[in-house]
């Protein structure tokens, strides 16, 4: 009895001693990724920087890290930049939101009503192969050429294709399951709330991933068109009076901010599935 109870024990500490030497091993290459992410910058910053420096590309054309740089820090004094970073983080949020908002609940009611999902299925196709750049003259007549158009152009191209992923993802939960929860006497509410939606998270989270992208774009066009603030503002008049370091400069903060944007939406998904693995 003693003997199996120390193999016992000492099989246990061998598997212990084994999970401890994998997550070791999974910290030592998540650190070696971030070293080598970082290495892969530097290298690139100051490549451009030297050749920018050194005549091998035309600065005027392709700037330099240092121009950028001094270019931030002297329109950051001023005030300016700001406002124009918080007009465009607000509006691209907000669009974040609506889309991903009104694409789930499309998608929620196309999957109520089959007669519904066979009647729109082609008009969401026409839409999703649409550019939607191409709305922007007629959000411009009937929003105004203001905040308005532009959040409704984020909208635009962040809706058509929530409502596509979300909706497939409804469709693809195992049909089993909904024919025994149908056999317990299980709603169609029921079924939504308490194995279709949730079996979809992590589909909508790589929605919201895909739409973070989307939104930026839709607003930064939007702000080409009509803005007089903002980031995409930035652009357009840096490109109009050929002030290129103006130009990258803001292309560089848009990046980070959606980097940002982005790695928050990374940080809710492992905070939801860690909820939904527990539960």
């Not at 420096?53 to 890290?65: Q, Y």
Request: charged share 15%; proline share 3%.
């Amino acid at each position: 009895m003693v003997k199996k109870w120390m193999d016992a024990r000492l099989s246990r500490g061998a598997k212990s001693e084994i999970h401890a030497r994998y997550l070791r091993r999974l910290r030592l290459q998540d650190g070696w990724v971030g070293i080598t992410r970082w290495i892969i910058l530097i290298m690139f910053l100051g490549g451009w920087e030297i050749s920018s420096r050194s005549g091998w590309i035309d600065p005027f054309l392709f700037s330099s890290p240092s121009r950028i740089w001094n270019l931030f820090f002297e329109m950051l004094s001023d005030g300016n930049l700001i406002d124009d970073i918080g007009v465009t983080i607000l509006e691209t949020v907000i669009g974040f939101i609506l889309g991903t908002a009104a694409g789930t609940a499309l998608a929620t009611l196309i999957w109520a009503s089959p007669f519904l999902s066979r009647v729109l299925d082609p008009y969401l196709v026409v839409l999703n192969s649409m550019p939607k750049v191409a709305l922007g003259p007629l959000f411009i007549v009937t929003f105004g050429a203001g905040f308005g158009s532009i959040l409704m152009m984020g909208v635009a191209i962040t809706v058509v294709i929530t409502t596509l992923v979300i909706h497939n993802s409804f469709r693809s939960v195992s049909t089993d399951y909904l024919k025994l929860a149908r056999s317990f006497g299980a709603t169609r509410r029921q079924l939504y709330t308490r194995i279709i939606f949730p079996a979809c998270i992590p589909d909508m989270i790589a929605a919201l991933k895909v739409n973070v992208g989307l939104a930026w774009v839709g607003v930064i066009v939007g702000e080409f068109l009509v803005s007089k603030n903002g980031l995409g503002y930035l652009i357009m008049y840096g490109f109009q009076v050929f002030n290129l370091t103006l130009v990258i400069m803001s292309l560089v903060v848009v990046a980070i901010c959606a980097t940002v944007m982005y790695e928050a939406v990374s940080r809710l998904e492992k905070y939801l599935l860690r909820h939904r693995n527990l539960e």
